[in-house]
Structure formats: C-alpha cells, structure tokens
C-alpha cells in the first residue's frame, strides 16, 4: 500500500516529471499510413491525439499531441516508453490494472512505473486523464481490427 509521505510525494513529482517529459512536444505521424484518434476526459478536460502505425497486431510508430494535465502526460509518456509491448492484449490488460490501481483495488502493474498512480487515488476527477492513452490505443487496435 502506497502511504503518502513527504518523501513518497517528492518522488511521485520526480517521476511525473521524468515521464511528462518524454511527450512534452508534439510528436505527430503522418496519417496515413498511421491511424489517429482524439480522446477527451468528460470530468477535466484533458485531451490527447495519438496516432499509431499498427502492423502485424502490435503498434510500431506512435505519435501523440498531449494537452492534458501532468497525469494525462506522464501516463502517455510511460505508453510510450513501453512502444515495444505495445499490442491489443498488453494495452487492456495494463489499462485495466491501471484503472484498478485508481480505484484502489490493486497495488501494482505489470508496468511497475504505474503504481505510483496509487498516490492520486482520492483524486477521481484526474483518473481520466491518465486513461486516455489506453483509451485511444484501444479505439486504435478496434479500427486496426475492422479493417482486417
């Protein structure tokens, strides 16, 4: 269980900032040969275009324009640092650990860099943001599946 101390609080803000760095600047693909989609939380109005080149069942290339808060960023900059796991089965089932972390009923992720959203747990109306990579990369792979 994660206990929020000034030395956990400290160390949180450290990796946020670590992550939130990674997609500071927009990096876009072309489209096509990528697909692209706009997610939006409903609660902060955090935003996030992600653009993807999937091939072969697992994304390649991942491209993304951020405009969300520091969750929405360092959780879109940990996706992207994971590029090479980066397929349909992999994304469920870590944004589904993720979600569970949020609401407080798990501790850890197969990503271990997610745990520390734990710390944000009494905070609902930031939990879409975090979501939104996972949220697109599935709409993604749903797209990338209809069309065979």
């Known amino acids: 269980m994660f206990e929020l101390t000034e030395e956990s609080l400290e160390d949180f803000y450290r990796t946020l900032k670590r992550y939130q760095r990674r997609v500071h ?10 697909d692209s989609v706009s997610v939006r939380s409903r609660l902060c109005g955090s935003a996030l275009t992600l653009d993807a080149l999937i091939e072969g ?50 501790e850890d992720s197969d990503w271990p860099e997610l745990a520390m959203f734990a710390l944000v747990r009494d905070v609902p109306n930031r939990h879409g943001s975090a979501l939104l990579p996972f949220e697109a990369l599935g709409q993604l792979f749903e797209r990338a599946r209809s069309r065979g």
């Open 57 to 106: 069942g697992r994304v390649r290339q991942l491209g993304w324009s951020v405009h969300a808060c520091a969750l929405g960023q360092a959780c879109t900059g940990i996706v992207a640092e994971h590029l090479a796991e980066l397929d349909e089965a992999t994304v469920r089932r870590v944004g589904g650990q993720l979600r569970a972390i949020l609401k407080g009923e798990r």
């Open 25 to 34: 600047a927009d990096q876009r693909l072309s489209v096509p040969p990528a």
